[in-house]
């Protein structure tokens, strides 16, 4: 059998969810024909032009706009704007025979059975056998969609499920059909996972599938733990956010952002189509729910839902929160519970779960009620839904964001201590659970060489979870293959001679034991192993440098000590870059300021795609001095060419920095110089990353590599350049673009960047460079208003402008 490839998919429905699928599909390089119906009369603006509804461009016209909103939707669908130039639009009518070339056909078009299938029945016409065909629906069984098709069109389709917004959800569920060829859901399962960055489950065509089935019982459940217990939605949120691992939005704001509609549509079609399930009854809207709806209250599309935006009489935007009693709105309060105080020291969220079941207060009987419920209907869904426990977990962790699957927080509490929440509710588990504890196995998850087990129902023992060879989870091997920790690093050996730097300090900020840490990862590995990885699995690589420390030592006025640390944290980066081994860098999630200037200076960057990367220090009141403003002049002064306008070059460099630019992407890092083309590498799954850098550390090593010799040749360009620079800050705080401080601190950056004052271009050292940065950023640690924005920042969490 030939091997599978997709260069070319055709998206079918151009709205919300199918221009999101096309621009993730154009992120990863494939090309995408996008088509959609053709207008059924003009506007009234089109109309005035002399237009026809058989022109092109109003044939076109709802596909375009529908991409070109899409593309302007934040957070952007896509990784790069000129990704956008993979996509080409069309319509159904003049366009569809172009179907015949494409490796995949995706329909996303409105959730109705009727116009699916008519969809299909135009779609097999032009359909070359063998392409792969499949529908995006969120709950429609699959079996209806291909009745009627030909044999080769059913064993090629299958439901395949992105959750919205499709770029950064990671769900793929795949849903076969009565006569889906397993080749092709094997394959499906591979490409989602490797190609599209997803975490890919194999779901029973069952309603609202895995990922659905259960989150919206999980929402309907709160909904009617919040009346039975009286509470407020800012309490539930309180108790349904970050605390237990999950996002910011927590439950209703969560509601808001995906639209109460949305929501209710789902939770109708799982009342209707599943009579056996034991809750049916929950699924039962809540009389509160009903009046939102009737009022349009349908969250941030009609701007207002539990929560609404609102200018109060001064003048000032504010948030009103939704009184489920009165059905009126009220300022927001706040929420407070002991039990809750009981988990503020403890870091790992799993283990939590205990303290906040054993709570005496209602955030206790809260989460008793809550998770007693959720545990009991998991049990009960297999094999309703899945033969696999994990693949309920996964379905969760991906399209939910929980930190923790069901299956998980119950492990966490203890299985029998679970059974035990549930009786007190009057609920009980599933049978295979009780049978699970009497076989001797008391837990569904374990962990054995570095892989995960997970309790497998037929064989009645703990099965390793398949798909696991192209990861390295380092949880798994963090303590059975440490080689030294201290409170800011773990190092682990990853095998084959490559050595793992983990951070594990708060935040993943990098202070003075991580800098250790890093040191003596170096050394370890010149010693006894062959290259090294910096990565680590957090929420974020690093939000960068331990500011904290720096203001205190600013405060107390203990230069000399400032001085020796902001040394310590240069040489450590010149460390990495001049070490006798390979260093690769793997940055993901939010990797800034001190945590940029590490991926900088490592041998080579393993970047996930969804890396937030930059040098933020302007926005405390500093430059980058961790070798990052040397570094930049360093990369100017390699892109200076023959006829280059060099200072046009540096200014770009200087720009980046003084700007505080943030990529949103990791492609954005290559136009910004913080990634170099031909060097640094992107992975889309950020599961594999560790296990990619490690193979690339290991390819360095392999092909031979000798220490780098140190810089002596960077070109600055001196008071050339400075001259311009100190021009353009002093305009900029003219017209009050920047402040006076803002220009401060510019006109230091100008100062390391352009080499000092220097009277003609010359070339210097590295050293020389981190010298004039390590002075500038000791000189603006002197400042009151650097104090400030520092004190501002470690207190709010956002930039002061002063």
Known sequence: MSKRRIKKVAIIGSGIMGSGIACHFANIGVDVLLLDIVPRELTDKEKAAGLTLEDKSIRNRLVNEALATSLKSKPSPIYHKKF???????????????????DWIMEVVVERLDIKQQVFEKLEKHRTPGTLITSNTSGIPIKFMSEGRSEDFQKHFCGTHFFNPARYLK??????????DQSVLDFLNGYGEQ???????????TPAFIGNRIGIFSIMNVFHVVKELGMTIEEVDKLSGPVIGRPKSATFRTIDVVGLDTLVHVANGIKDNCPDDERQDLFNIPDFVTTMLDNNWLGSKTGQGF????????????????DLDSLEYRQKKSAKFATLELTKTIDNVADRFKVLVGGKDKAGDFYRKHFAALMAYVSNRIPEITEELYKIDDAMKAGF?????????????GVEKGIELM?????????????????GNSSFYSVKDGATYAYDLQKKSQEKIPGQDSFIILDNIRTSNEVFKNTGVVIEDLGDGILNCEFRSKMNTIGGDVLAGLNKAVDLAEKDFD?????????????????????????????????????????????????AIPTVAAPHGMSLGGACELSMHAD?????????????????????????????????????????????????????????????????????GVLQKGKDVVVVNKDRQIATAKAHARLLADAGYTQPVKRKDVKVLGKQALGMFLVGTDSMEASHYISEHDQKIANKLAYVMAGGDLSEPTLVTEQYLLDLEREAFLSLCTERKTLERIQHMLKTGKPLRN
Request: proline share 3%; no cysteine.
């Open 84 to 102: 956008a130039e993979r996509i080409t639009t069309g319509n159904l009518e003049d366009d569809i025979a172009k179907v015949k070339d494409v």
């Open 171 to 180: 769900l793929f569920e795949i849903i076969p059909g009565p006569k889906t």
């Open 195 to 205: 190609f599209l960055g997803k975490t890919s489950v194999v779901a029973k065509d």
């Open 307 to 322: 929560y609404k935006k609102n200018v109060n009489s001064e003048g000032k935007k504010e948030i009103l929160s939704l």
């Open 401 to 413: 964001g929980w930190g923790h699957g069901p299956f998980q927080i119950w492990d966490a509490v």
């Open 423 to 439: 009786k007190a509710e009057g609920l009980e588990p599933n049978p295979w659970v009780s049978e699970m504890l009497a076989s």
């Open 531 to 579: 290259g090294l990885v910096i990565g680590n699995q957090g929420a974020n690589f690093s939000v960068g440098a331990n500011i904290g420390m720096i203001f205190m030592m600013a405060v107390e006025q203990e230069y000399d000590e400032l001085n020796m640390a902001i040394k310590y944290f240069q040489d450590t980066m010149m460390r990495m870059r001049y070490s």
């Open 604 to 672: 080579k960057v393993v970047a996930a795609a969804e890396t937030y990367i930059g040098l933020v220090e302007f926005g405390v009141g500093v430059i980058p001095g961790g070798a990052g403003s040397k570094e930049m002049a360093l990369r100017a002064s390699d892109t200076f060419h023959k006829g280059d306008v060099e200072l046009n070059v540096l200014q770009d460099y200087f720009l980046t920095v003084g700007m505080a630019k943030v990529a949103t992407s990791a492609y954005e890092a290559f136009d910004m």
